[in-house]
């Protein structure tokens, strides 16, 4: 088979608890055959997504980051923006936001993320995910389109009222962790990132796999032909993977990858 993509989500899937990648990932990654696209595919920032991807593979690299926002090439070059937020809108969901108590906010373009300079313990918070976030004085600074907005509060209630204020329903909304909620533009999602990477590609459905463990990797594996969860995944994930695999701490991703490999090489 000779064109085929793999799509691995980060924290939870292809990372470790320690957010380390093993070396018998890498190890099964470079002995896929050749021709096999393997694609980071996460929320996380693409210079963090970049990162990990030159360390699974050099020869590959890869992305689809900011959960579908932004596809970047093995050189690191910006092939596609999913979608992006108005001026407008950005204005007034920070006006929104600013409405509640204890709430920080984070924006990111298609290269980097940004806080402004009374958010800065966001930045802090996600360093370790995410690197550094630059510190503007307003979002208004911000010159790049803005493709996904986090927010973060240490009290996961106010972030459930935030969720269901009508003003959101414009826009793709849903919590990575009971601390973190994540807005984006409607229509941009993993799985629409997923199905420009494959069309852009020539790659097939049946020649598309994908690995996942949380609820945003949804529409991820309604675009590829064989998906797999490992058993650390939501109740919801495991229920849509055609397969389960291990713990994200017990091999899980090794387990999928020599699955496909062995798919690949009989095809």
Known sequence: MPNSAIFLDLDGTLLTSKLTIPTESKLQTRALPHGSRVVICTGRSSASARKM??????????????????IMN??????????????????????????YPNIQIGFYTPTRWYVTAQHTDLSTQLERYDGPAKTVT??????EPI?????SSGQPE??????????????????????LFEIMPTG????????????????PHHAAFAVGD???????FQEVGTSFAPMNASERI????DHIVAHHDCGGVVEALRFITKELRHK
């Not at 593979?57 to 900011?66: E, H, M, V, Y």
């Not at 307003?138 to 010159?143: C, G, R, T, W």
């Not at 106010?158 to 601390?179: G, H, K, M, V």
């Open 188 to 203: 941009v999602s993993k799985g629409a990132a997923v199905a420009w990477f494959l069309a852009e590609h020539n790659i």
């Open 214 to 220: 949380g609820d945003n990797d949804s529409s991820m």
């Open 53 to 70: 991807a030159v360390e699974l593979d050099p020869s590959r690299g890869d992305i689809i980051a900011c959960n579908g926002g932004v």
């Open 238 to 241: 495991q229920k849509l993977a």
């Open 147 to 151: 493709i996904k907005i986090l927010v």
């Open 74 to 99: 093995q050189t690191g070059e910006v092939t596609h923006v999913g979608g992006q937020f108005r001026p407008s809108e950005v204005s007034a969901l920070v006006k929104l936001v600013g409405k």
């Open 158 to 179: 106010i972030l459930q009222q935030l969720r269901d204020l009508p003003e959101l329903s414009a826009f793709d909304c849903f919590f990575t962790y009971a601390n």
């Open 138 to 143: 307003s979002h208004n600074d911000i010159e």
